[in-house]
């Protein structure tokens, strides 16, 4: 078991004037290929990602993904950043701040490598004109990565933000950004009203994608081949779960404890 002086290191971030305010938001993440534990923090100027070695805590990689302009903050409502197995890429999610610069990876899809915290890929919807000036974080939610599948493309990441729409993205070639489409697999509307939606980690179960947006019912998609239903069904009580092979009441009671942003 490893102690971690957290005070502390909070404490050296809170000296520097440039950092105050920064929260811990997303969940600690460890990477099975390169032993390295991921930290994110959320801020109004920036988001950060910070690597640490699994057995040693020396620092080994630092991402700032709005370096010259401003928000990007990592909120994830408590999810982590998702990790490939195999390869041991790294996909996390950004958010943005009402008037932010169009500058860096304000409300995307990242994938990055293992070691060092280069971006290798992204995805960023074409409305983020849009979600900056309405304060609509995309990072709002966290990515989850999806079973391969027998499609032309087999690899798939799936989240959404606070203005309700589940993007699937091709982890091999994520769409980077176009502002007249969204170079995606598809993408699906949930929620009850415009914006604050999203605020979970989807979870997939044995062709299922669950989902629980503010003030609204738990929904299930279905997924196959690589698609998602147009709509999720809803359950307005989590015992009606059940009937797809998997009880969900704990975790619909966690999902309603959500909500930090």
Partial sequence: MVRCD???FGQQWRNDQSRRGLLSAPALALNP???LIYLGFGHCNHGWLFAYGKTSLQQKAIFNDTPD?????LWNSGGAAAIDDRSGDVYIMTGVDAGDPPSGYNDSFLRMSADNLSVEDFFQPDDES???SADADLGSGSPVLMPDNPTSTPHEVIAGGKDGKIFVVNRDSMG???STTNNVIETVQTGVKQLDNIFSTFTYWNGFL???CEDDVLRVFSWSNGQLSVRGRGYAHPHRARRHHFSFRQRYD????LGDR
């Fill in 6 to 8: 957290w005070h502390r």
């Fill in 33 to 35: 290929v390169s032993n």
């Fill in 69 to 73: 302009g401003a928000g990007g903050g």
């Fill in 130 to 132: 849009f979600l900056a």
């Fill in 176 to 178: 980077s950004f176009s």
């Fill in 210 to 212: 669950y989902s629980h």
């Fill in 254 to 257: 966690q999902w309603n404890c």
